[in-house]
């Protein structure tokens, strides 16, 4: 369920915080959430986790802030614990599913099959309970346009279920129609598709990305440069660092000015928080950087990012195949 990752950078909505002037420990959690400070949402939800009238709200916030730490089996356990404790809770119901979707491929196959049943109930208990609520509606077509049959998939129920999204949010309808393009093999249609979006909202910085990410699936990086390039002077929110990492992609892939590549990515690495959602990871991005080093013929530093890849990640099949392929010393 690899679409997932693109699921995360471009449909997940931010919660929206009160208007209130004076937030409340739960409201200041949230905001901490959103920003990616994770250790002051902690200390807050530690504290109202023991109120009563607030325990289930501060184990939703929970199980976002553990899925955030890559802390996937205590995300599932407050999961759990808050649709106990908040029944008629779409958003319990919807960060729950999130976060056994987030173990289930961390997990052996057999137990991931167990969790599978549990996931799909509690998606759509979510909708039940709200049928407005667009990133449990995201989430459901992204599993169905992405996983195998035998799972549950079927891309002509994600298409039904796309329309009906459109009709609710544009935005997000948009983008999970051309993700069903993209993994239907149909990256022109989704060029076409988003472009005429773009033309309607061109300040949608998270569809841009997608645009190039899909012009990229084209191999055409000269195009998907020109998206990217505007996007570096976004301020606030993680725009301008994925807009960074797919310039240097750009770059590796079409096998063009590998050393403004080194540069991007030594400055996303430099820049990029610790946990951030939806943005490539740190391992990715030396993988890329290896990559650009190998094309310029930089061979030790290539297996040196290489190395790293592998220290963060060490089951990461490219980087290993990589290092592997690079020539001996």
């Known amino acids: 369920m690899g679409i997932f990752v693109i699921l995360l950078l471009v449909v997940a909505g931010a919660s929206p915080l009160p208007a209130s002037g004076n937030p409340t420990d739960l409201e200041r959690a949230r905001a901490f959430l959103e920003e990616g400070q994770l250790e002051q949402a902690a200390r807050l939800l530690s504290a109202t986790l023991r109120q009563p009238a607030s325990r289930g709200e501060s184990l939703v916030l929970l199980c976002r802030l553990a899925a955030a730490r890559g802390q996937h089996e205590q995300a599932v356990e407050y999961g759990k614990q808050a649709v106990e404790a908040l029944p008629a809770s779409a958003e319990a119901h919807y960060r729950y599913a999130v976060a056994l979707r987030n173990l289930m491929p961390r997990v052996g ?28 509606r995201a989430e459901e077509i992204g599993f169905l346009i992405s996983a195998p049959a035998i799972a549950g998939g079927s891309k002509e129920k994600g298409k039904a279920k796309i329309e009906e ?24 249609s989704a060029i076409t598709l988003l472009r005429d979006y773009l033309d309607r909202y061109p300040d949608d910085h998270d569809n841009r990305l997608l645009l190039a990410m899909t012009l990229q699936d084209a191999r055409r990086f000269r195009e998907a440069d020109a998206e990217l390039e505007p996007l570096l002077s976004v301020e606030g929110g993680a725009t301008a660092l994925s807009a960074a ?14 050393q403004r590549a080194v540069a991007l990515l030594t400055d996303y690495l430099q820049r990029r928080p610790e946990t951030s959602r939806g943005l490539p990871s740190r391992a990715a991005a030396y993988w890329r950087l290896g990559q650009a080093y190998q094309q310029l013929g930089e061979i030790d530093r290539a297996r040196e990012a290489f190395q790293q890849a592998l220290a963060l990640e060490p089951d990461n099949e490219d980087a290993a195949k990589a290092l592997k392929a690079l020539p001996k010393s």
């Open 245 to 258: 990492y797919q310039l240097a992609r750009c770059r590796v892939l079409g096998s063009y000015d590998q």
């Open 165 to 188: 999204l459109l009709r609710l949010d544009v935005r997000r309808g948009t983008a999970m129609k051309a993700m069903l393009l993209r993994s239907a093999g149909e990256s022109e």
């Open 109 to 136: 196959k057999l137990k991931a099959m167990g969790m599978l049943g549990t996931y799909k109930t509690t998606l759509a208990r979510a909708i039940e309970l709200d049928p407005q609520h667009l990133d449990a």
